[in-house]
Nanobody, 117 residues
């Protein structure tokens, strides 16, 4: 088992930046994929960005060029740097860790990001 704890959310104005962190209770070197997802009120949860153990990244089209995902295996932490925030980025952001062997998905409880216009 592993616990994931997000932090770094808050209320910002459009155009500003935030950096989200997802701290794991143990080594994240066992997770083949880690990612950030978000859910806005009344909408389904959507993928924001993922990063593999090898460092390959993938982004939703809506955040490409503005958000950067990274993982620091020495600190057992996943990050999401969000620049140029827009009101439509307002959502609860959650991190997810996926292991292949043994297989398992783990979620954090989320952190609120609110962007005012």
């Amino acid at each position: 088992q592993v616990q994931l704890a997000e932090s770094g959310g808050g209320l910002v104005q459009a155009g500003e930046s935030l950096r989200l962190s997802c701290a794991a209770s143990r080594s994240i070197g066992v997770f083949n994929y880690m990612g950030w997802y978000r859910q806005a009120p009344g909408k389904q949860r959507e993928l924001v960005a993922t990063v593999t153990l090898a460092g390959t990244t993938n982004y939703a089209d809506s955040v490409k060029g503005r958000f950067t995902i990274s993982r620091d295996n020495t600190k057992n932490t996943l990050y999401l740097q969000m620049n140029g925030l827009k009101p439509e980025d307002t959502a609860v952001y959650s991190c997810k860790a996926t292991a292949f062997s043994p297989p398992g998905d783990y979620w954090g409880q989320g952190t609120q990001v609110t962007v005012s216009s």
